[in-house]
């Protein structure tokens, strides 16, 4: 279920204006993202104060919330995305343990 | 009542527009507050919340934002269009917004710090995109399924409440109830304004719903459980009519369709608005003699229910166009509606809200109940008195003469059955069989009749193709009357 090392990852961050957390979610994605898909995706940032009915779409309810909308199916990470093992695990880009 | 009156204006409250449920409340939810909605799976609480939102956005012109955890738009709309109820219609007018937000754990990783920031954004949006001043969370405790972290949980759900009342929403929370608390999860520790259980049993396989205020802060309720009703008009709760003995007392007499019978009763028949019981034994003629009542008040132009919980109304009108009472007339007329039933088709009082429904939608001068004692087996003896003062209660005010028939047996316990009821009844006729030199004969006598002179005799008489024939009283029947027909004796 691994995706291929070429496909392009379509990420979608979900946050609510410029707070510390969606600051630091950005900043850790940016992070992993560089270093385990570097040249293969893009980040759309939507802020649901500005955009509040665009959170009904992609179902968000906690913030800020990851989608990877490409590739499918859709993926869902919630949090500040500063656990980097499990933010990989959520985007498919390392197995899950049975543990986990 | 200066009391609740004084309570009414510190409080504000937001009606439900559930017949019932506001007497209990003394005018309903507190307004900008949430109230907790507990109960098992198929109590109703969500029935009762959509019903909340529906009726304030329609009669209360309240637009109401239902966030639904558990079933989208589409499956809500269809679940109470039942109740007549066309969530579709609303939601295009802007009167009501449906969002469902639908949480699955196996969809979602958790990698860290989050709020429910989505959640507030989103009901925010709702509530601002219709003018919302209700709102329903059905049912917000999904989300502990949905998400490992309880500790933000419990803590955004705080925050949730708390910035509800701060936009003065009145909310209705949904949820299950757990094991020795109203909610699985302890909501109540959070909403604490007020707080409405749902309950659904079986008592002798038929099965009851009940609702009960367990708290509702700083207003008097009604603390008792109260039976409610879902059906196709929505949820009724009882009571649905005060306690209280302030109807007003006609003078005005109304036939009992027989010259004979009303001769007996001071000359003029019973007095309108008042409650009879025909009892007797089977086959004695109680449902004849109250089709006679029936068949007169019809032709006065007078409008009549009949509930039969025995016949079906072409048995009955079959039946009585043997006995010379043509019944069917009054029905092509539309002076006379049939409502028949299984008595143990559904609880007492789910026969007698609906019972109730049909008399508010007909508006009847005249309501039979054939038999009464069919209905009185399928409750306990408490509720069957508490239900009957009520619906007689009822019709009383509404001006209603009602006769129920009563079929009894010679037996001891169904003397007692009359005995509770008796006191409700105005006026008690009896009809019995005796033996005399092999022959059966019929005989009817008035055991009381409130208000008025009536005669002591015991009455023989005869049911012919004509009907009731009342036959002239023999000079020597000393030795029947002195023994009495068998039922017609005063239960102790």
């Not at chain 2, 005018?27 to 799976?41: D, M, W, Y």
């Not at chain 2, 637009?63 to 589409?74: Q, R, T």
């Not at chain 2, 059966?440 to 024939?469: A, C, E, N, Y």
Request: glycine share 8%.
């Amino acid at each position: 279920m691994t995706p291929a090392a070429s496909e392009q990852f379509d990420l979608r961050l979900y946050v609510a204006g410029q707070t510390p957390k969606a600051a630091r979610a950005f900043a850790n994605l940016r992070k992993i993202c560089d270093e385990h898909l570097a040249g293969r995706y893009s980040i759309e940032v939507i802020d649901l104060v500005r955009n509040p009915a665009l959170g009904r779409g992609d179902q968000i309810l906690a913030l800020p919330t990851l989608v990877r909308r490409l590739p499918t199916p859709i993926k869902k990470i919630i949090g500040d995305l500063s656990n980097t093992e499990r933010v990989l695990v959520g985007l498919d880009l390392r197995p899950r343990r049975a543990s986990a | 009542m200066t009391k609740n009156k004084r309570d009414w204006n510190e409080i504000g409250k937001a009606p439900t527009g559930i017949p019932g449920l506001d007497d209990i409340t003394y005018g309903g939810l507190p307004a900008g507050r949430p109230t907790l909605v507990s109960g098992g799976p198929g109590s109703g609480k969500t029935l009762l919340g959509v019903s909340f939102l529906v009726e304030g956005a329609q009669r209360f012109n309240e637009p109401g934002v239902l966030l639904s955890f558990e079933e989208n738009a589409d499956e809500l709309a269809q679940d109470v269009r039942s109740l007549g109820y066309d969530l579709h219609k609303l939601c295009e007018e802007k009167k009501l917004l449906v969002d469902y937000i639908h949480v699955d754990r196996s969809e979602i990783e958790e990698t860290g710090e989050y709020d429910l920031e989505g959640l507030f954004v989103r009901l925010e949006h709702a509530i601002n995109e219709i003018g919302a001043k209700r709102v329903m969370l059905d049912t917000i405790e999904t989300l502990f399924g949905g998400l490992k972290d309880t500790g933000i949980l419990r803590a955004e759900l705080r925050r949730l409440f708390r910035w509800l009342r701060d936009r003065k929403m009145t909310t209705v929370v949904t949820a299950e109830r757990g094991e020795n608390q109203f909610t699985r999860q302890g909501l109540e520790e959070y909403i604490s304004d007020a707080v409405i259980s749902l309950d659904h049993r079986v008592h002798e396989q038929i099965s009851t719903r009940r609702i009960r205020v367990v708290k509702y802060r700083g207003s008097t309720h009604g603390t008792n459980e109260y039976p409610f009703l879902i059906n196709r008009d929505g949820i009724t709760v009882l009571p649905v009519t005060s306690l209280l003995l302030e109807h007003d007392a006609s003078s005005e007499r109304v036939s009992t369709g027989l010259p004979a019978l009303d001769d007996m009763l001071a000359g003029r028949g019973y007095y309108r608005a008042s409650t009879i019981l025909m009892s007797g034994s089977a086959g004695t003629g109680k449902t004849t003699l109250s089709a006679h009542f029936v068949d007169a008040a019809c032709a006065r132009g007078e409008k009549c229910m009949y509930f039969l919980f025995e016949e079906s109304p072409q048995q009955m009108i079959r039946n009585m166009k043997s006995a010379g009472i043509d019944l069917k007339r009054w029905v092509d007329k539309g002076l006379l509606t049939f409502h028949a039933d299984r008595p143990n088709r559904h609880g007492l009082e789910t026969h007698l809200l609906e019972m109730h429904h049909a008399v508010e939608m007909n508006d009847p001068d005249v309501v039979v109940v054939d038999p009464i004692t069919n209905l009185m087996a399928v409750g306990t003896q408490t509720d069957v008195r508490s239900m009957l003062t009520r619906v007689i209660d009822f019709l009383k005010t509404r001006g209603v003469t009602a006769l129920f028939t009563s079929l009894t047996s010679s037996s001891a316990t169904l003397e007692h059955t009359e005995a509770m009821i008796s006191s409700l009844m105005d006026t008690w006729v009896l009809v019995a069989f005796d033996t005399v030199e092999a022959q059966r004969t019929r005989h009817l006598f008035v055991l009381k009749s409130r208000g008025m002179p009536h005669s002591d005799t015991v009455v023989p008489f005869k049911i012919t193709s004509q009907g009731f024939t009342l036959l002239p009283v023999p000079a020597r029947s000393v030795r029947s009357k002195s023994r009495g027909p068998q039922t017609a004796r005063r239960p102790k």
